[in-house]
């Protein structure tokens, strides 16, 4: 219960730190998804279906602020975070260079499926702007990755089995 907890309490400051003081953070009037960089690197660590399930949270919570196409988000975060959870089954957890890259990756693949589905509905959007955005979302990931991977450790985001 501890670990729902916390992770519903980081996803919403997260949320409130995306959608009210990155702004002020713009570079060229593009700024990264904190809430995105941490459904990735959560993920990498916890696997595709516990992330998958933060990743579905996080869409909604982004999709409050999106008016688009309402769902574009959950759907994009769902995929993403289950590609996330794909990748950290792979890898040494602990080690930095592959989730900041993956989260490069991950980050750019859910600008482009939202760059085309915008595209499709006749929304226009710089593809430029997608880019940036996720070396920007790389850049973050690279700082916050010690502190995502130290919480992944903590007793009580283990999994308990009971036997």
């Known amino acids: 219960m501890k670990k729902v907890l916390v992770l519903l309490v980081l996803s919403i400051l ?21 809430l995105l960089v941490f459904c990735i690197l959560y993920s990498i660590q916890n696997g595709k279906w ?35 959870g794909i990748i950290g089954t ?31 509905v006749d929304i226009k959007m710089s593809f430029s702007r997608v880019l940036f955005v996720s ?7 690279f700082f916050m990755f010690r502190r995502v991977y130290d919480l992944c450790q903590e007793d009580y985001m283990q999994i308990q089995w009971k036997f």
Request: glycine residues 8%.
């Open 14 to 34: 997260f949320f409130v730190v995306d959608n009210f003081f990155m702004p002020f953070m713009a570079i060229g009037g593009v700024y990264p998804s904190i």
């Open 50 to 84: 516990e992330g998958m399930w933060l990743g579905v949270f996080c869409g909604l919570l982004q999709d409050l602020f999106f008016t688009h196409v309402f769902g574009i988000n959950v759907i994009t975060n769902m995929m993403v975070c289950l590609l996330a």
């Open 90 to 120: 792979n890898i040494f957890k602990e080690k930095k260079l592959i989730p900041v890259v993956s989260c490069f990756a991950l980050s750019f693949l859910k600008g482009a499926v939202i760059f085309a589905i915008l595209y499709i």
């Open 135 to 141: 070396l920007y979302d790389m850049v973050v990931a």
